[in-house]
Every structure is written in structure tokens, then in C-alpha cells.
């Protein structure tokens, strides 16, 4: 097996933020463990991006969750220190349509866009959306408005299902990029975060050093861990 895969991640020369966007599957069906390995897989998440000198100085976080309620928690791009998010709490159906929205929205406002001869801006998102369900209202519209924002903005838009209730023909649909399968288990969960802030971490570091390389040149970034099955 790989050791590795590779993503369109631009490099270039000089420190700049890079935006990471976690959609996070608050709905009625996460109520229980899986709602709370949730909440200690973003805490788990922050340590690790937090502890990384590189990161540490690059990476800003948003959190959007989706469930009863449709909410930026962060309210926008925020430090990698200063990522701080309420109990979260299960309820409701799967809006993933509106959660995409909140995203475009946060993409238009939040990431800073390059100044010709000037400020060259931030770095392309990375977007991860973790799900257990089927989205219960229309997530194409807003993904085609990713799709038109993906040259200039939009990296990846990585899915990640997990429990036994997913559609994985729909995960493979929504993303833009790779998707994945897993358990609901806490250490699924875990292993899931723990591979964000890998990947997270590593993209920073390429970024952060000078390399002599145009824009839109791919890199590698660590393999998934073995809970996390490819999508084809």
C-alpha cells in the first residue's frame, strides 16, 4: 500500500494563513458517544495543530455544524489557538445544503484574496465534511457554486461518512477531491481527527517553506489511517 497521497496544494514563497473548514454532522442520529467523540475529536484536533510550530503561525479554523440548528460556531476564520466550540448537541435532520452555504459565504467574506503587486493573499482551503446520514435538503446548488469558486479559492472538499447509515453513491457526489467510509466508534473518530491535523500539518509546513515552485504544483500529504476506507 501507499504511503502516501497527493493533493493540488499551491506552492509558493512566504507565510500565509491556510483556511481549514470543518462541516461537522450535528444531527439527531450522532445523539449519544458519537456526538461527543465529536466534540473530543475537534479538541484532539486543535492540540496537535496547536503544537505544531508551523501550523501553529499558519492554519485558521472555522467550524460549521448542521443538525437542528445550521451554525458558523466560530463565526468565521479563526486562529488555530483560539478555536473554542459550545457542547455541541444532536438534533434534528442533515441540512448539509445549508451548511454548504455558511461555507460559500465564509469563502467569499473571510479568505483574503490576492492584491495584484501586492499582498498575495491566503492559501486555498482545505474542507473536510463528516456525515452519518444523506443530506435532507439541496446540497447541489451550493456545490456548484464550490465548483465555480475551486480555481481561486477552493482546494479540496474531502467527505468522510461514518456509521452504518450513509450513502456513499451521495459522499462521492458532494466531494471535491477524495472520499471516505468509517465506523462511529470513539476511535474511529479519533483516528479520523488525528489524520486532519496530520494532513493539516503537513500542508502547513510545505507552505510555510520557501520552495522555488509555481503556483498549483501538487504535494503529498500522509495516507489515511486504516479506519477510513476510500470511497471509489
Known sequence: MEERIEMDVALSQGLRRLPVYLLLDTSGSMAGAPIQALQEGVA?????VENDTFARETVWVSVITFGKEVENLTRGLVPIDQLTLPPLEAGGYTPLGQALQLLIESLDRDVKKAVPGGEKGDWKPLVFILTDGKPT??????????????????????????????????????AIGPSFKMDSDAASFSAFFRWVSQTVR???KTL?????????????????????????
Open 44 to 48: 484532539l484536533f486543535k492540540r496537535e
Open 137 to 174: 435538503d439541496d446540497w447541489r446548488t451550493p456545490r456548484e457554486e464550490l465548483l465555480k469558486r475551486r480555481e481561486r479559492k477552493v482546494l479540496n472538499v474531502i467527505t468522510v461518512g461514518c456509521g452504518p447509515d450513509i450513502d456513499e453513491a451521495t459522499l462521492r457526489e458532494i
Open 202 to 204: 503537513t500542508v502547513s
Open 208 to 232: 510555510s517553506r520557501p520552495q522555488g515552485q509555481g503556483e498549483g504544483s501538487p504535494m503529498s500529504i500522509p495516507m489515511p489511517p486504516d479506519v477510513l476506507q476510500y470511497i471509489p
